[in-house]
Every structure is written in C-alpha cells, then in structure tokens.
C-alpha cells in the first residue's frame, strides 16, 4: 500500500492544526491545566479528542506543513483553545478571590498554603473556596461544556478560514469585570457581618476602656470569621451557578454561537 506526499501532508495538518487549538484549551482549562496533572496526560487526552473530532473538522488548506504560514496557523490555534480555557479558568478566579478578601477581613489571611494549581501560597480560605468551586465545575459538568465548546469552535472559527479581531480579545478583557463583580458579592455578606463586629467591639471600648481590643478582638473576629463563612456556604452553589452560566454564555457570544 503506497500513500501520496499530499495525503499524507493533508492528513498531518488535519491532525496537528486541532491538536494544537485543543492543547491550548487544556494547558489553561480548569482541573487539567493543574500543576499535579502530568503533562502526558494532558497530551493524550489532547489526542484521543482529536482523532475523536477529525471526522468532523473540514480540512485544512495548507499545502506543505512545514513553513511559516503552517507556523502562524498553529499559533492561531493556541491562542483561540488558550482563550477558551483562560475563560473557565477566570470563573474559579473569582472564588479564589472572593477567599482572599474574606480571609483578610477576618484575620485568617496569615493562615496560607501551597496553591497546587499555580503553585503559590495563597490564605488557606481562598484555597478552600479553589476546592469547592472546582468540585462544582466537575459536578456541573462543565468539562463536557469546555469540550463542546472547543468542538463548536471549529465551526465558527475553521482553521485557515476565519481568524479573531481585536474585539473579540478586549471583550474578553472587558469580562474579566464580572469576576471581580461576583468576588465582591460573593464577600459582601462575610464584610458586612465583620464590620457589625467591628463596630461592636469600638463601643466596647469606649464603654470599657480598660478592655484590650488588640488581645481579645483579634481572637473573636477569627472565630466570628469562621462561623460567618459556614452560614454563608449556602449561598456558594448559587454564586457558582450564575458565574458558570455568565461563563458560558459568553463563550457563546465569543464562538457566535448559540447552545442548543
């Protein structure tokens, strides 16, 4: 059995040019962008998705493989999975900050651990709200929404085709507000609640001065802190809902597309 040269170039810039849009999405996805996630994992469940997809990925123009139009094909591939992944990536962001205000409202931010995602030390409240958010982002199947995103992709934005423009990218900018948006909602609750404290401890001390606000409220403003952020979990879930479903109507919009 013998093969052409231009089959087998078509049949490498089938493969290579998705595979490249794909691995872009999962080194910024929620999850499998992960430092503890190996990066042979990550390649091979790039290729199992793409030769899941190539089937439906119309074929890609290119007419040698190795040059420089390939070369800037493949790194228009990245930028646009890179883009969609950075979007999920944004949405645990917002809870990661959310961790953070509360924390240092409530005194728990010199308690900090290793942040396996970016490896950096973070207060241990963000990280807890990292870990909520990112079992909700797997219970609320949002891989399987990331995937069906990328696959769309390939429809409104073929390969070769169609490239995005400047606005696509500054609305991208422009919706990183929303997470700072949801961070301070999200805290309003726990700031609120900790300046009452606050204030209750200020008439304390004008009643009472003999009181040490300093050896006293620091230890009651983490315990409040503490029980403030139990009683307001309720509401987690429904933060997360309503920021996943910004997330995804946006990359709706992004994809000029529309879910069914």
């Known amino acids: 059995m013998e093969f052409a040269a231009d089959t087998i170039?078509?049949?490498m810039a089938d493969m290579m040019l998705p595979f490249m849009r794909i691995s872009g999405m999962f080194a910024a996805m929620?999850?499998?962008?992960?430092?503890?996630?190996?990066?042979?994992?990550?390649a091979l469940l790039t290729l199992f998705l793409t030769l899941l997809i190539m089937p439906i990925v119309p074929p890609v123009p290119v007419a040698e493989v190795f040059n420089v139009g390939t070369f800037v094909l493949i790194i228009q591939q990245l930028i646009i999975g890179v883009a969609i992944g950075f979007i999920s990536t944004m949405v645990l962001n917002t809870f990661v900050l959310a961790g953070q205000v509360?924390?240092?409202?409530?005194?728990?931010g010199f308690a900090?651990?290793?942040?396996?995602v970016n490896g950096i030390n973070v207060p241990a409240v963000g990280q807890f709200y990292l870990i909520l958010a990112t079992l909700l982002f797997w219970a609320f199947d949002g891989h399987l929404a990331m995937i069906r995103m990328i696959v769309l992709s390939f429809q409104a934005f073929p390969i070769g085709a169609e490239w995005w423009g400047a606005s696509q990218f500054k609305e991208i900018a422009h919706w990183a507000g929303?997470?700072?948006?949801?961070?301070?909602?999200?805290?309003?609750a726990p700031?609120?609640?900790l300046l009452m404290v606050n204030l209750a401890f200020g008439v304390m001390t004008k009643a009472a001065p003999q009181l040490n606000i300093f050896s006293i409220g620091f230890?009651?403003?983490q315990i409040m802190g503490l029980l403030?952020?139990?009683m307001t979990l309720d509401n987690f879930t429904h933060h997360f809902e309503l920021q996943w479903q910004r997330a995804q109507q946006f990359m709706c919009h992004l994809l000029l597309i529309c879910p069914s």
């Open 178 to 188: 929303w997470m700072f948006v949801a961070a301070v909602t999200l805290s309003l």
């Open 9 to 11: 170039t078509q049949f």
């Open 219 to 221: 230890t009651i403003a």
């Open 30 to 42: 929620v999850g499998i962008s992960a430092k503890t996630v190996p990066p042979t994992v990550r």
């Open 112 to 116: 900090s651990i290793v942040d396996p």
């Open 102 to 108: 509360v924390a240092m409202q409530t005194g728990l």
């Open 191 to 193: 700031i609120v609640s």
């Open 228 to 230: 403030i952020i139990w």
